[in-house]
């Protein structure tokens, strides 16, 4: 079982950046694919971006695709998500989450508390 807990949320204009990151717990944190997700007020949740335990592969939706990039440092136990050229259509609770699957997409077993981030015209 991991732990997860997202920090980095916060209120920025268009075109600002945000760094979000996810603390895992556990000394499983290498065996699990890792994803961002989002829910907007309204909205169903969508896995905004995922990165698998051995880095090789990542997934972005397609409306962030050249503008958030998603990583994961081992020997720090966290997983980030870099936002840059932020858009209002960006505003959203951010979700960390974990995987043990193979693939990035499916099923994630393990979730963070969220953290809000709110992108102003």
């Known amino acids: 079982q991991v732990q997860l807990v997202e920090s980095g949320g916060g209120s920025v204009q268009a075109g600002g950046s945000l760094n979000l990151s996810c603390a895992a717990s556990?000394?499983?944190?290498?065996?699990?694919?890792m994803g961002w997700f989002r829910q907007a007020r309204g909205k169903e949740r969508e896995l905004v971006a995922a990165?698998?335990?051995?880095?090789?592969?990542?997934y972005y939706t397609d409306s962030v695709k050249g503008r958030f990039t998603i990583s994961r440092d081992s020997g720090k136990n966290t997983v980030y998500l870099q936002m840059n050229s932020l858009k209002p259509e960006d505003t959203a609770v951010y979700y960390c989450?974990?995987?043990?699957?193979?693939?990035?997409?499916?099923?994630?077993?393990?979730w963070g508390q969220g953290t809000q981030v709110t992108v102003s015209s």
């Open positions: 989450a974990a995987r043990t699957g193979i693939h990035l997409t499916g099923s994630y077993d393990y």
């Open positions: 990165i698998s335990r051995f880095y090789a592969n990542t």
């Open positions: 556990g000394p499983t944190f290498g065996t699990y694919n």
